[in-house]
T-cell receptor, first 116, second 115 residues
Framework: AQKITQTQPGMFVQEKEAVTLDCTYDTSDQSYGLFWYKQPSSGEMIFLIYQGSYDEQNATEGRYSLNFQKARKSANLVISASQLGDSAMYFCAMRSDQTGANNLFFGTGTRLTVIP | GAGVSQSPSNKVTEKGKDVELRCDPISGHTALYWYRQSLGQGLEFLIYFQGNSAPDKSGLPSDRFSAERTGGSVSTLTIQRTQQEDSAVYLC?????????????FGDGTRLSIL
C-alpha cells in the first residue's frame, strides 16, 4: 500500500523568499511517480511538477523544484521567489507504476501563506 | 474549453435523494478518475476508468455509489439514497496512459451538500 505524509499543516513565507514543503512517502513498489498539485481557494487542482522514481536528476519547472531523496523516501517541493499568488493548499501525491494501479494517493496537504 | 468539465458545479439535495454528477474529460484522454475531497482533507480515490471499463473500483465507499462511462468519454457518478456524510467536493480527473509521467488533469469539481 502507498502512503503519503505531509507533516506541515500550515506554512508562512515572506514574499520573494524560498520555501520548502515537506513530503515523505511509503511504498514497496520499485517504480512510481511523485506529483505536486496546488489548490487555490477557488478549488481547482493545478499540476505543478512530476518526479519519476528512476529519474536521477531532481525535477524543475520554473520556480518549482522537487528535492527528491529516494533513500529517505522524501520528495520535498521547493518554491523559489515566493509570490502572493502562491498562497494555496499544496498536495503531494504518488502513483504506482504497477499495472492497473493508476490512481493517485494524496497527502493531507500544506496550506502555504505568502506574507507581503 | 479544453480542460476537464464537471457539472453541476454545486448541488444541494435532501438526504435520501439520488444524485448524478457528470464529468467530461479532456478529448483523447483514455483514463478517467473520480476522487472525493471532504472539508479540509486530501483527496480520496473512488474509481478509475480505462476506456469504458473500470479495472479499479476499490475506493467506492459503499454500494450506494456507482459510476459509468460511455463512448470512452463522459462519465457519471451516481450516489443513491444520499447521506449527510456524502457531503464533499467530488473531483474528476483525466489523463493519457502509457507514459508514467503523464499527470492527471482535474476539473473544478462538484460541491455536493446533503441537507
Amino acid at each position: 500500500a502507498q502512503k503519503i505524509t505531509q507533516t506541515q499543516p500550515g506554512m508562512f513565507v515572506q514574499e520573494k523568499e524560498a520555501v520548502t514543503l515537506d513530503c515523505t512517502y511509503d511504498t514497496s513498489d520499485q517504480s512510481y511517480g511523485l506529483f505536486w498539485y496546488k489548490q487555490p481557494s477557488s478549488g481547482e487542482m493545478i499540476f505543478l511538477i512530476y518526479q519519476g522514481s528512476y529519474d536521477e536528476q531532481n525535477a524543475t519547472e520554473g520556480r518549482y523544484s522537487l528535492n527528491f531523496q529516494k533513500a529517505r523516501k522524501s520528495a520535498n517541493l521547493v518554491i523559489s521567489a515566493s509570490q502572493l499568488g502562491d498562497s494555496a493548499m499544496y498536495f503531494c501525491a504518488m502513483r504506482s507504476d504497477q499495472t492497473g494501479a493508476n490512481n493517485l494517493f494524496f497527502g493531507t496537504g500544506t496550506r502555504l501563506t505568502v506574507i507581503p | 474549453g479544453a480542460g476537464v468539465s464537471q457539472s453541476p458545479s454545486n448541488k444541494v439535495t435532501e438526504k435520501g435523494k439520488d444524485v448524478e454528477l457528470r464529468c467530461d474529460p479532456i478529448s483523447g484522454h483514455t483514463a478517467l478518475y473520480w476522487y472525493r475531497q471532504s472539508l479540509g482533507q486530501g483527496l480520496e480515490f473512488l474509481i478509475y476508468f480505462q476506456g469504458n471499463s473500470a479495472p479499479d473500483k476499490s475506493g467506492l465507499p459503499s454500494d450506494r455509489f456507482s459510476a459509468e462511462r460511455t463512448g470512452g468519454s463522459v462519465s457519471t457518478l451516481t450516489i443513491q439514497r444520499t447521506q449527510q456524510e456524502d457531503s464533499a467536493v467530488y473531483l474528476c480527473a483525466s489523463s493519457l496512459v502509457g507514459t508514467p509521467n503523464q499527470p492527471q488533469h482535474f476539473g473544478d469539481g462538484t460541491r455536493l451538500s446533503i441537507l
